[in-house]
């Protein structure tokens, strides 16, 4: 099952107190970014966080899931825990590297 247009739209706007929140559509799922940072994976209408030590403390509680076949194993975020969802956001902000720049 694909992630629907109406669940990516509903995950980009619990992003809402972040300035510059775009999704993009990849190999059938989705990639939202946030100040052109890949912060969150949706597959099959889930939220996925890469496991990184930066959110290992915030997200202990939260279930793991494989977002595709082949994929190492993410945290599963709750889009609709709003404190939750700015904390883990704002931590990748910070951890993560910019998107990287096409080749010419």
Do not use: W
Request: proline share 6%; net charge neutral.
């Amino acid at each position: 099952m694909a992630t629907t247009l109406d669940f990516i739209r509903y995950a980009t706007e619990q992003l809402a107190s972040f300035e510059h929140v775009r999704y993009q559509k990849m190999f059938g799922e989705y990639m939202i970014y946030v100040h052109e940072k890949p912060v969150l994976l949706v597959c099959d209408n889930s939220v996925f966080v890469k496991k990184i030590p930066e959110v290992a403390e915030l997200m202990k509680n939260a279930d793991c899931g494989l977002p595709y076949p082949g994929a190492k194993e993410h945290y599963v975020l709750d889009i609709d825990d709003t404190d939750l969802v700015r904390q883990v956001v704002t931590a990748l902000v910070k951890a993560l590297p910019s998107k990287a720049p096409k080749k010419k």
